[in-house]
């Protein structure tokens, strides 16, 4: 397997050093910041006696290094400052991720993409639009790393191992995402039988803020450990074909009832990357909420639709 990374920053950095920790391909780091992959790079793999890593990880300013990957995590864009939205970022990072995806068509045409930058559900839709590629081809990370945030609090606070959470956000990464309560449970047992119903809104609405609170707490940069590990973890999925069931931004085109538009909803990650979409069962509440989500991205869609009308 060939892995490439395209942003070297600390994202893309924490997701190179995990690909090579887990020994799940060689990997290539691209940054246009001239010598920055180079030296994160030469650092990393100083680590590799002590962590006992024999895969090859490369850093570089040149796209051409990418060529013949089997999988592209971009990570590439502007990290959000307190204040601001994911969806402040997305004039910026639009522009941005279309040339990261004109040179991945141009030097890894047969590559899947993995996209972690924000706004991660319309920079998903941009790329599957401006690659052309097949639509199992292209997934965001934004659900495994917002199920990861609400795991963690649920475990937090029933002060039970995390290894017992079993937790599902869907919808888009932004506060109008939807974690299920319903879906969630510690050990089997149903998170609504654990605790009341005021606390579970209170870890959901840390959850939605779980990446502002960060923000917050840091001034001037963002997460990066979380995201970077939920990214490797749907890495991980396609390397070892996991079958692995992981909540995950796709194109719809009818399942939930919606059409073009790039969404979190749990999918199969194999060999073949976003092999199956799961259509759950859901309820009125949810629904609605879901309904909420997609208002926020098509809106989003529709303000950088320039971008891809003539891909």
Known sequence: MKISIIGGGHVGATCAFLVAQKELGDVVLVDIVEGLPIGTVLDMM???SVEKFGKKVHGTNSFKDICDSNL???????????GMTRF???????????????????????????????????????????????????????????SARFKYFIADELDVSIDDISGLVIGDHSESMVPLPRFSSVSGIPLVELLSEAKIDRIIERTKKG????????????????????????????VKDKKEI??????????????????????????????????????????????????????SIDNISYLFTNS
Not at 72 to 82: C, D, E, N, Q
Not at 271 to 288: M, Q, R, T, V, Y
């Open 88 to 146: 402040d970022l997305l004039a910026k990072n639009s522009t941005i991720i279309k040339s990261v995806i004109e040179n991945i068509v141009k030097f890894a045409p047969d590559s899947m993409i993995i996209m972690v930058t924000n706004p991660l559900d319309i920079m998903t839709y941009l790329s599957f639009k401006v690659s052309g590629f097949e639509k199992n081809r292209v997934f965001g990370m934004s659900g495994v790393l917002d």
């Open 46 to 48: 100083q680590s590799s």
């Open 246 to 299: 992981l909540p995950a931004c796709v194109y719809l085109e009818g399942e939930y009832g919606l059409t073009d538009i790039c969404l979190g909803v749990p999918v199969k990650i194999g060999k073949d990357g976003a092999e199956k979409i799961i259509e759950l069962d859901l309820n009125s509440k949810e629904k609605s909420a879901l309904d909420e989500s997609v208002k926020s991205i098509k809106e």
């Open 211 to 238: 990446g502002a609170e960060i923000v917050a707490y840091l001034k001037n940069g963002s997460a990066f450990y979380a995201p970077a590990a939920s990214a490797v973890k749907m890495v991980e999925a396609v």
């Open 72 to 82: 592209v995590v971009v990570t590439a864009g502007l990290a959000r400052k307190p």
